[in-house]
């Protein structure tokens, strides 16, 4: 089966440094793929690749089989990649809700429309609504985000990425910040998405990664020293030594 | 329905007090004060226009003045050759037809600059956009059919269909009613699906953009409506003061523009048109008091800027806005 998204000899360095090392990393439809790595592997900057935020030096990037190398983050967005930030990333100056709003919209057709009042629009409103309950977070919905807590933010992050319907979720570091009863709740949630979306994981934390990935790549110095399924990763001497042995 | 906000009393009020004083001030034969509504309201189109990018989508442009003189150029040129001659193809008084002219004019340069403009951000798009500003400002500078720096007198207003522009009263009521029309336009914009990605895009541009809105196109698009209405405005001044120069244009116009903005309340629907009001006004008393206005005039407006957050709409906020 051919894979959602094939990366094929990736490579981005920032001056002397080579932050993306011919990277080749294949993600199959509905799984969720864990990429792991110590800090500073490169994990961010492969996902800013992937998403269009950066341009690659050398490489190509195929979804579905066609080349999205050189397509701007919008049009990759429209293709159906989504993507969270490992730094949250919100309009803050909005509501909740509009945040939420924002992403059905962009599905929604084109925005240049400039009379009906976009929060009077039912059905973006009541997708939008739906996604802020499946993360939990109903009651906020009409509350300006910059009130909300670290923690409530990454749960915004996840319905906003739920919400652009993407096929391909790439999230990064999602549980970052949050406490083991929030990361709990997030690792539930997303065990429920599990074959409805394909999700590309970066994520620090070794519980989560183990109990949700169905495949793990590991990310060491802008290279992937390994990939495959969780229990060949966890008894991989080369990982071991890399990233697992030093815990 | 929906409990006002202290800002929408405010905006009511405001609106109100523009529409009563001035026929007010008319029938009691002071006709200055007409006078001084007439620009105070000209220019708070022009605000009101800049506001749409500055307040809601954060392009801080300052070179706004330009269309205002394109405008009002469309109207003055249009008339000069109705009356000497020369140039038939554009020569007219007809006021529709130096309307639609002043918009498409302003439509065209907004696109052609805002294009390239909008390639920047922050203080390059500042500086580009002044830099645009101050070439039409010499070009028309340059213009010795036109009088060059002496500027160009206009000596028949546009005609228009049911409105005469000679009567001061009926001019003063274009304007009001196409400030109306403005501010009413700029609000049923920014809370359209257009305006949430303008507002988005400028508080967090990665995210719009990682959500699939191409946000460059949609910048350009609100710069040209805003460009259009400036335009607009432009077409009213000729028609009021019926005397135009490249001065209209010149980068310091920009910048008191952006100062109304900024003075009354950026991304409020009363905002722009308070500031033009306030600094209109604060402009002639002062000036009527001493010759060296501009000192106290500029404390005035440093001493707003620094204590009331938000401008002067900042004073309507209720609590927890």
């Not at chain 1, 864990?34 to 690749?49: F, H, R, V």
């Not at chain 2, 304007?175 to 809370?191: D, E, F, Q, W």
């Not at chain 2, 191409?214 to 460009?227: E, Q």
């Not at chain 2, 920009?254 to 009354?264: A, D, H, K, Q």
């Amino acid at each position: 089966m051919a894979p959602l998204l094939k990366v094929k000899g990736l490579m981005k360095s920032f001056g002397g440094v080579t932050a993306t090392d011919n990277v080749d990393l294949d993600v199959i439809k509905g799984e969720i793929h864990a990429i792991i790595g110590p800090n500073g592997a490169g994990k961010t900057t492969l996902i800013s690749q992937l998403s269009g935020a950066l341009k690659p030096d050398a490489g190509t990037v195929l979804l579905n089989g066609s080349d999205i190398t050189n397509k701007p983050a919008y049009k990759r967005a429209k293709l159906g990649i989504t993507r969270s930030f490992q730094i949250t990333s919100l309009v803050m100056g909005m509501s909740v809700l509009d945040n939420v709003a924002l992403a059905v919209q962009a599905n929604d057709g084109h925005s240049y429309r400039f009379l009906k009042p976009a929060r009077k629009i039912a059905h973006i409103r009541d997708k939008a609504m739906e996604n802020l309950i499946k993360v939990g977070l109903r009651k906020r919905a009409n509350d300006a985000t910059s009130a909300l807590s670290h923690g409530e933010h990454r749960q915004m992050e996840i319905a906003i990425a739920l919400a652009s319907e993407a096929e391909l979720m790439l999230l990064d570091e999602p549980m970052a910040g949050l406490g083991p009863e929030e990361s709990a709740l997030l690792v539930a949630f997303l065990k429920e998405l599990k074959g409805q979306r394909t999700i590309l994981l970066i994520e620090h934390d070794m519980d989560a990664v183990f109990a949700l990935a169905d495949r793990i790549s590991v990310l060491v110095y802008g290279q992937i020293i390994a990939t495959g399924l969780p229990d060949e990763i966890r008894s991989n001497d080369a990982v071991r030594h890399a990233y697992l042995g030093e815990e | 329905m929906r409990k006002m906000t202290k800002a929408g009393w405010a905006t009511m009020i405001g609106m109100i007090a523009l529409a009563i004083l001035p026929p007010y001030f008319l029938l009691t034969g002071q006709a200055f004060y007409v006078d001084l509504a007439t620009r105070l309201v000209i220019l708070g189109i022009a605000a009101v226009s800049l506001n749409l990018i500055l307040g809601y989508g954060g392009m801080v442009s300052f070179g706004h003045a330009a269309f205002i003189g394109l405008g009002a150029y469309a109207v003055g040129i249009t008339s000069y050759h109705a009356t000497w001659g020369g140039f038939d193809l554009i020569a007219s008084y007809n006021g529709l037809l130096q309307l639609i002219l002043a918009l498409s004019i302003s439509a065209i340069y907004a696109l052609v600059t805002g294009a390239i403009s909008l390639r920047t951000k922050g203080v390059y798009f500042l500086m580009i956009t002044m830099a645009f500003g101050q070439m039409a400002f010499f070009l028309f500078q340059s213009l010795d059919v036109y009088n060059g720096d002496d500027g160009l007198t206009i000596d028949v207003r546009s005609e228009l269909p049911f409105i005469n522009l000679d009567s001061p009263m009926q001019l003063y009521i274009l304007s009001y009613v196409s400030l109306a029309v403005a501010m009413l336009l700029v609000k049923t914009i920014v809370n359209s699906r257009f305006g949430m990605v303008l507002q988005g895009a400028k508080d967090n541009n990665e995210r719009m953009v990682t959500l699939g809105y191409n946000t460059y196109f949609y910048r350009l698009a609100a710069y040209v409506i805003s460009g259009v209405m400036c335009g607009y405005a432009g077409f009213l001044l000729g028609n009021f003061t019926t005397f135009i120069s490249p001065d209209m244009m010149h980068w310091t116009r920009s910048g008191e523009l952006m100062f109304m903005v900024i003075l009354g309340g950026t991304s409020t629907a009363l905002g722009p048109t308070l500031g033009s009001s306030i600094f209109i006004l604060l402009e002639e008393i002062l000036s009527s008091i001493t010759l060296y206005w501009h000192l106290p005039f500029g404390v005035i407006l440093i001493v707003v800027v620094m204590f009331v957050r938000g401008g002067l709409m900042g004073l309507f906020k209720g609590k927890g806005e």
